[in-house]
């Protein structure tokens, strides 16, 4: 199994383009998490997804979309890129919250806006 | 909302010797989890744990809960050079599906 795979690794982005982040796994895990990691500092929750068709915002979601149109896929859409959003996003899933499993995370979309 | 602190925020410590890392949450959470992230790499799972005075062990790492000083612990035993990473806790806020992460302690032993 691939387990939980981000694209790209690395993009740079000029202020005021769009992106998606796109993140896939494929262990039917219903739960589905996006994060932001500022350099030295702790992960940041953006929007997650307890299943398909089902979103909701975490800490910090201001410039930032999502959808989960399907089990697999939880893509992270940024509108109108600016400097505050360089960081190192990840994306994590787990199987079910209630039964106390831990979320396995994608290697990382390091982005860079200029 | 939950609010997840660890200290210290960085350790330098000697091979061999014994370290703890804290983790204090400031609501009800429903479990707590260790990562473990060396430079430039993704989280590793380290520890689910799920109730009051829960233990888990591996290797020279121990973790342990206690909800109702909303404090959760990891135990560094003889620490070796291969353990230098940043370590985080993270809880779930209780009733929903959020996991909220502290900042982080930043370890480095040295020989």
């Known amino acids: 199994n691939a387990g939980v795979t981000q694209t790209p690794k690395f993009r740079i982005l000029k202020i005021g383009q769009s992106m998606t982040l796109q993140c896939t796994q494929d262990?039917?895990?219903?739960?589905m998490y996006w994060y932001r990691q500022d350099p030295g500092m702790g992960l940041k929750l953006i929007y997650y997804?307890?299943?398909?068709?089902?979103?909701d915002k975490g800490e910090v979601p201001n410039g930032y979309n999502v959808s989960r149109s399907t089990t697999e896929d939880f893509p992270l859409r940024l509108e109108l890129a600016a400097p505050s959003q360089t960081s190192v996003y990840f994306c994590?899933?787990?199987?079910?919250?209630?039964?106390?499993?831990?979320?396995?995370f994608g290697s990382g979309t390091r982005l860079t806006v200029v | 909302e939950l609010k997840v602190e660890q200290n210290p925020l960085f350790l330098s410590m000697q091979e061999g010797k014994n370290y703890t890392i804290y983790c204090n949450y400031s609501?009800?959470?429903?479990?707590l989890y260790w990562y473990r992230q060396d430079p430039g790499k993704s989280l590793e799972s380290l520890f689910v744990?799920?109730?009051?005075?829960a233990v888990k062990q591996e290797g020279r790492l121990m973790a342990s809960l206690d909800t109702k000083a909303r404090l959760s612990t990891l135990h560094i035993t003889a620490a070796v050079h291969d353990l230098s990473a940043t370590y985080f806790c993270?809880?779930?806020?209780?009733?929903?599906?959020?996991?909220?992460f502290g900042t982080g302690t930043r370890l480095q032993v040295f020989p």
């Open positions: 994590a899933s787990s199987l079910d919250r209630p039964k106390g499993y831990g979320y396995t």
């Open positions: 262990m039917n895990h219903n739960y």
């Open positions: 997804s307890v299943g398909a068709g089902i979103t």
């Open positions: 609501t009800t959470s429903d479990r």
């Open positions: 744990l799920l109730s009051n005075g």
């Open positions: 993270a809880g779930l806020l209780k009733n929903t599906d959020k996991l909220i």
